[in-house]
């Protein structure tokens, strides 16, 4: 079993940029793909970024390609979200997930997940 905890959220102004970090427990982070969802009250958890497990394939969602980048640190069991030229509709509380299944835009493929940072933008 493995532990999550996302870092990074807060409050930016539409245009601008933040780093988000999802932290693991224990020593077996590489063997898990990684994902970022979001989700808004009222709305179901959508799909944000996919990243294998050794980084050599990512997947993202239409709406964030070309803004967000998702990385990975395997040595220090983090996986990471950059988030630039940020509108309010990406306002949401994002989380990030280990993946146990080979689908890689699918929150049912997600065995973990972490508690969830809010982001703000606003215009």
């Known amino acids: 079993q493995v532990q999550l905890v996302e870092s990074g959220g807060g409050l930016v102004q539409a245009g601008g940029s933040l780093r988000l970090s999802c932290a693991a427990s224990?020593?077996?982070?590489?063997?898990?793909?990684m994902g970022w969802f979001r989700q808004t009250p009222g709305k179901e958890r959508d799909f944000v970024a996919h990243?294998?497990?050794?980084?050599?394939?990512?997947y993202y969602a239409d709406s964030v390609k070309g803004r967000f980048s998702i990385s990975r640190d395997n040595a220090k069991n983090t996986v990471y979200l950059q988030m630039n030229s940020l509108k309010p509709e990406d306002t949401a509380v994002y989380y990030c997930?280990?993946?146990?299944?080979?689908?890689?835009?699918?929150?049912?493929?997600?065995?973990?997940w972490g508690q969830g940072t809010q982001v703000t933008v606003s215009s």
């Open positions: 224990g020593h077996t982070f590489s063997l898990y793909a």
């Open positions: 997930a280990a993946s146990g299944g080979i689908w890689p835009t699918s929150r049912t493929s997600y065995l973990y």
């Open positions: 990243i294998s497990r050794s980084g050599g394939s990512i």
